[in-house]
């Protein structure tokens, strides 16, 4: 049988302009993804929109549009954004699409039959902007506690589902599984919130129209959280158990940003505890980015847009810098300065210029052929082993979604790389005859642990290790067989590597 991965975006929403945010989850996911493909896994990546709700179809009645006129229209953009970013996703979820529409129905209605969704009526301070409800001692001078916007006070009918039922059963699976809610410090908020009581959940509104009607109720709509948050089953062709759905869920990790962890670690588990489905299995949180310090913002004009970024500094050092700067989970700050440091220092010194010397090298001293390497030296040994472990330990740090520990072991290689080269001095080894051996030596496992590094950088940066790889001779996909040492074949073409990244000099737009 098959080794299966699903990961997943959040769904996000058409009515805003895509930043750096939404490129940081996405991007973490195509890692994932990739990642798991080279290791040989069968698997499903979801990314998509959520489209329904008041905001949108305000929105739309301002533009002079319908709601999926408008939502077509923004969609693109999302869609152009991963296009750029090189983002692999199996399967883009649209909450328009009949398909989605059609599962959220089937979850309500098996959730209405089995009692746990009621009708009542709904009197609580609304805000708009985040589609939430507040009592009156969470808003802060009647103001919402997220967006600090005003809110307004509705009273409506309204269905509702019986999440204090599964308080206990919640709890329970918190504690059971510690890997469930990740980080920690995401897992210890939930804990707590969840520990203070659940309330039961008003999941419809009578208030708009844009959006899912409640199965034989249609002056009702249902509820935009309880219509997004099915989009992971819909998407694999829930209710149908066979094909997809039957394969991949439950889903191995819903990434998310830390805004809607709540959402996604009580709304989503007890519905789904209602439906009597599996649970997912882990639920990571990551957090936020500031720019130069500061939180972003329309207002303040610093919102940092991803398309820009790649059309100045390019795909790939944009891939890297956001995944290695800052340790997946905590706030990180962007700055164009450490973009640029990242991008002179780590890839055009450190990673470029070890590709640039030894394919020099090589096709110097042995006209671009890969020799084959005698007995290897204590030095190469030590070399050959940290190549080894490097492989192991981006593994380990992957599965914990620690990006940025990754890359850094990645980098740690490259580093003994460079200084191997110096220590071997393979210019010396060439001006003596007695020494080919040796100098094909030290060549062989310099480009040997170079090869292994593109194959691991290949989920990280696509098209640098397609580059790396073609100046190394290698052709093929990355696989999970070629990470062992020893796949570079003696008589390999070796091509003189143009620099991979030139260096930034100029300072002056920064």
């Known amino acids: 049988m098959s080794r299966t991965f699903y ?23 195509d890692v994932m993804s990739r990642y798991k493909k080279l290791k040989g896994y069968e698997v499903f990546f979801l990314t998509g929109s959520d489209e329904h709700g008041q905001k949108v179809e305000k929105a739309a009645l301002a533009a002079g549009e319908t709601p999926l006129e408008l939502a077509d229209r923004v969609v693109k953009r999302f869609q152009a954004l991963w296009d750029k970013l090189g983002i692999s996703y199996t399967d883009f979820i649209r909450t328009t699409q009949e398909r989605h529409k059609k599962g959220v129905s089937h979850l309500f209605e098996k959730v209405l039959a089995k009692g746990d969704i009621y009708l009542g009526e709904y009197e609580d301070w609304y805000c708009t902007p985040c589609e939430t409800f507040w009592t009156e001692t969470q ?5 919402c506690p997220d967006c600090n916007r005003p809110t307004e006070k509705l009273k409506e009918e309204s269905y509702f589902f019986r999440m204090s ?13 510690p890997d469930f809610i990740q980080p920690k410090s995401r897992r ?7 520990k203070e009581g659940l309330r039961d959940l008003s999941v419809s509104r009578t208030s708009f129209t844009w959006g899912i009607p409640v199965p034989g109720n249609d002056k009702h709509i249902i509820y935009v959280w309880f219509d997004a948050l099915t989009n992971y089953i819909t998407a694999l062709g829930y209710p149908d158990d066979g094909g997809n759905f039957g394969k991949f869920w439950p889903v191995d990790v819903h990434l998310i940003g830390k805004d809607i962890l709540r959402f996604h670690t009580v709304y989503w588990p007890t519905f789904l505890l209602a439906a009597g489905l599996p649970l997912p299995n882990k639920v990571f949180a990551h957090g936020w980015w500031t720019v130069e310090g500061q939180k972003m913002s329309k207002s303040l004009q610093n919102v940092v847009e991803p398309n820009m970024l790649i059309d100045k500094y390019g795909v790939d050092a944009v891939r890297y810098f956001l995944l290695r700067e800052v340790p997946f989970g905590l706030d990180g700050d962007f700055s164009h300065a450490a973009l640029v440091h990242r991008i002179n220092s780590d890839l055009a010194n450190d990673l470029g210029n070890l590709l640039s010397r030894s394919t020099a090298m090589v096709n110097k001293y042995f006209g671009g052929t890969v020799q084959a390497p005698g007995a290897l030296a204590e030095i190469d040994l030590a070399y050959k082993a940290k190549t080894e472990a490097m492989v192991e330990q981006v593994d380990v740090n992957l599965d914990e979604l620690a990006f940025s520990r990754a890359l850094q072991s990645i980098w740690e290689v490259i580093s003994a790389g460079n200084k191997y080269i110096d220590e071997t001095a393979p210019w010396t080894l060439a001006k003596d005859p007695s020494q080919q051996e040796r100098l094909a030596t030290v060549m062989y496992c310099v480009l040997e ?8 950088l290949s989920p990280f940066m696509p098209k640098t290790a397609a580059k790396g790889l073609y100046y190394l001779g290698w ?9 062992g040492w020893g796949g570079l074949e003696t008589g390999t073409g070796i091509v003189k590597a143009e620099p991979l990244f030139p260096r930034i000099e100029d300072k002056t737009d920064l």
């Open 165 to 177: 039922k599964y308080q206990e059963q919640l709890l329970a699976h918190i504690e059971a599984n």
């Open 475 to 483: 052709q093929g996909t990355p696989d999970e067989a070629g990470l």
């Open 139 to 143: 808003l802060i001078d009647y103001k």
């Open 449 to 456: 642990s170079q090869r292994i590094i593109y194959f691991l």
């Open 188 to 194: 210890n908020e939930i804990l707590s919130f969840v």
């Open 7 to 29: 990961i997943t975006t959040p769904i996000y929403y058409v009515n805003d302009v895509p930043h750096i945010g939404h490129a940081y989850t996405t991007l973490a996911a």
